[in-house]
């Protein structure tokens, strides 16, 4: 079964640093593309990275300079370092894979997500 | 950054019911389009890509349609499991921007 599961979720204070884990299972991130999205309380959706499967990036403009998307295909797991973090961060934060078919990556065909990690930015 | 706009924000409607959601693209974004379910508490859930293809496995009363900037999410016949927020989400170009969301309530 394709599966992705988040983890690094937590409290930190404004201008620290978290990295989240996205871990895959039944395919490899080495192959795929990954993005990250998040959802504050009681908002909309918010895309915020991706990396493509020849390491490319790309980033929101709400995240970019601190936000960092890699990858660690060894440990099939890809991974969103987060520094200088801002109260306005505090998000649940999934990750999920983008939707392949026929030699076509559907960059907004999200199909598979992870439960999703919770982080709070505070004081 | 492309700004989608979606309506109604909410909406009432009873099992059986034809619903019908909007999504305007602040320019063209040719069908790079998806439309999303989402329940509380849980991940989003792709529905529709590439503005009308039916994801495998999403029950045929869900159809896409659109090209350009208006696009369309029609649920043919509402059924208690299908309450919920729906959201679009262009991939034209970076950022990948989603709509605000329409709450589908029972009447």
């Known amino acids: 079964e394709v599966q992705l599961k988040e983890s690094g979720g937590g409290l930190v204070q404004p201008g620290g640093s978290l990295r989240l884990s996205c871990a895959a299972s039944?395919?490899?991130?080495?192959?795929?593309?990954i993005t990250w999205v998040r959802q504050a309380p009681d908002k909309g959706p918010e895309w915020v990275s991706i990396?493509?499967?020849?390491?490319?990036?790309y980033y929101a403009d709400s995240v970019k300079g601190r936000f960092t998307i890699s990858r660690d295909k060894a440990k099939n797991t890809v991974y969103l370092q987060m520094d200088s973090l801002r109260a306005e961060d505090t998000a649940v934060y999934y990750c999920a894979s983008v939707y392949w078919t026929n030699g076509i990556w559907y960059i907004g065909a999200l199909d598979v997500w992870g439960q999703g990690a919770m982080v709070t930015v505070s004081s | 950054a492309i700004q989608m706009t979606q309506s109604p924000s909410s909406l009432s409607a009873s099992v059986g019911d034809r619903v019908t959601i909007t999504c305007r693209a602040s320019?063209?974004?040719?069908?790079?389009l998806g439309w999303y379910q989402q329940k509380p508490g849980k991940a989003p859930k792709l529905l529709i890509y590439a503005a009308s293809n039916l994801q495998s496995g999403v029950p045929s009363r869900f159809s896409g349609s659109g090209s350009g900037t208006d696009f369309t999410l029609t649920i043919s016949s509402l059924q208690p499991e299908d309450f919920a927020t729906y959201y679009c989400?262009?991939?034209?170009?970076?950022?990948?921007?989603f709509g605000g969301g329409t709450k589908v309530e029972i009447k």
């Open positions: 990396i493509y499967s020849d390491d490319s990036t």
């Open positions: 320019q063209g974004i040719r069908n790079n």
């Open positions: 989400l262009q991939d034209y170009n970076y950022p990948l921007t």
């Open positions: 039944g395919f490899t991130v080495s192959g795929n593309y």
